[in-house]
């Protein structure tokens, strides 16, 4: 009987234990990450201005927005497999265009004037991605955390010219017809330790530092020319030349990881 009663005790203890370890604001809502939230991670730099010029009496406020962490506006955001810890995920994929109509004179000569295009077009394609685990270690509302990411990226660019009026006699000139930056691609790995703050339930205001090693290299590009020479159109390719670069530092060498030391609002959900 007496070893019924350590048991039944043992578990009511045990289960006191756990249940303090869960923080709960004074409505019940857990405060602190749980297994199977997801989160992501904004600038809180808009929020703080909004506050501090509030409580001053600013009369220029403006209302905060959702700003990316970084320039390269890459989404960061973690997946949570338990309370303690986190898989960190960063996104970027843009692929995009733009054309531009430019009015000319037509060399025909004819009255009245009649009009020609001349169109540019840009091209470019920027991917990122980041993966890497995080650990935490608190109970509090104070949160320490810890852990590594690798993060790749690839950059390319072109632009295309068309002309209405055609090289001639009357309309002899060089110019260009495709300017082709080298594609750009790089890979970093990283460590990271930083702290954040549960400021009410599921959000924290935090940063983090880091080091860890880049390696970034752009290929060569090219610039394509046409040139009007005695009756005969020639166009030629000039090479531009590349770079490599390698890092050994600390902190975020890679441009796909979002800035390190910046103040971020991570929202769990």
């Known amino acids: 009987m007496k070893k019924n009663y350590l048991v039944i005790a043992f578990v009511f203890i045990a289960t006191c234990i756990s249940a303090q370890e869960v923080l709960l604001s004074k409505k019940g809502e857990p405060i602190l990450p749980e297994k199977g939230d997801w989160a992501i991670s904004i600038d809180a730099s808009p929020f703080l201005?909004?506050?501090?010029?509030?409580?001053?009496?600013?009369?220029?406020?403006?209302?905060?927005?959702?700003?990316?962490?970084s320039g390269n506006e890459t989404i960061l955001g973690k997946y949570f497999i338990d309370s303690s810890k986190a898989l960190r995920l960063g996104l970027r994929?843009?692929?995009?265009?733009?054309?531009?109509?430019?009015?000319?004179?037509?060399?025909?000569?004819?009255?009245?004037?009649?009009y020609v295009d001349n169109v540019s077009k840009v091209s470019g394609t920027n991917i990122g991605l980041t993966a890497g685990m995080e650990w935490r270690?608190?109970?509090?509302?104070?949160q320490g955390f810890y852990g590594a990411e690798a993060g790749l990226a690839f950059e390319s660019s072109n632009t295309n010219y068309t002309y209405g009026n055609a090289l001639s006699n009357t309309n002899p000139s060089?110019?260009?017809?495709?300017?082709?930056?080298?594609?750009s691609f790089g890979l970093g790995v990283r460590g990271f330790i930083g702290a954040e703050y549960f400021i009410f339930p599921k959000m924290a205001i935090g940063g983090e530092f880091g080091w860890g090693v880049?390696?970034?290299?752009?290929?060569?590009?090219?610039?394509?020319t046409e040139s009007?020479?005695?009756?005969?159109?020639?166009?030629?390719?000039?090479?531009?030349?590349?770079?490599?670069?390698?890092?050994?530092?600390t902190d975020n060498l890679n441009s796909v990881f979002g800035p390190a030391g910046t103040l971020r609002l991570t929202l769990h959900f």
């Open 214 to 224: 880049a390696f970034a290299t752009t290929g060569e590009g090219k610039t394509t």
């Open 137 to 142: 270690k608190g109970h509090t509302r104070l």
């Open 174 to 183: 060089t110019r260009i017809l495709e300017n082709k930056a080298g594609s």
């Open 228 to 249: 009007w020479n005695t009756n005969l159109v020639t166009t030629s390719a000039t090479p531009t030349g590349g770079a490599t670069r390698f890092g050994f530092d």
């Open 93 to 114: 994929l843009g692929l995009g265009s733009n054309s531009q109509t430019t009015k000319v004179f037509s060399d025909t000569y004819s009255f009245p004037a009649t």
């Open 49 to 69: 201005k909004y506050a501090g010029n509030f409580i001053g009496s600013n009369g220029l406020n403006v209302s905060p927005t959702f700003n990316f962490l």
